[in-house]
């Protein structure tokens, strides 16, 4: 009971299987909880996993390469437990985009992606967060290979509903 109690204290554990075998034989297995955001906030920046249970503070260690949630607008408790669904729905159904993401924040329209090296914010379903997001990286490959393309585009909206996926770019 004193190793699972001490094993479970950390955050980072998210289940813990101990099987005896006998006559002297100890099985442990450790299910870790797995990182999905960075939550920056004005006391440091904080490790948060897929469960929402925030896992470690930022000590000048390694960086995992997940998305970072800066914006205080969308740390609130609701905002961010929607947020932890859409990261946990990029990751698991779109992990290409997800890994190229450097921020996610929430807003009146839902969730708002950011890319690394994209200033122009990509507006997400809040009901279905990879939509349309293999028409968006097919216009992106196509049309704003360039910086300079990149740079002319506003805003991108992937949450049209329509057949055949469309996404609409702010020029």
Known sequence: DGLRRAVEARRWVKGLIIRRDPPDRLSLVVEERKPLL????????YLLADDGIVMDRLHGGALEPVPVVADPASQSDEALVRLIRTASALRDRQQDFYMRLSELRWSAKGPVAFLEGLEAPIYLSRHDPTRNIPNFQAIFLEQFATPEARAKARYFDLRWD???????VGN
């Open 38 to 45: 960075w939550l920056v906030r004005p006391t440091g920046i």
């Open 162 to 168: 329509v057949e055949g996926g469309y996404v609409a």
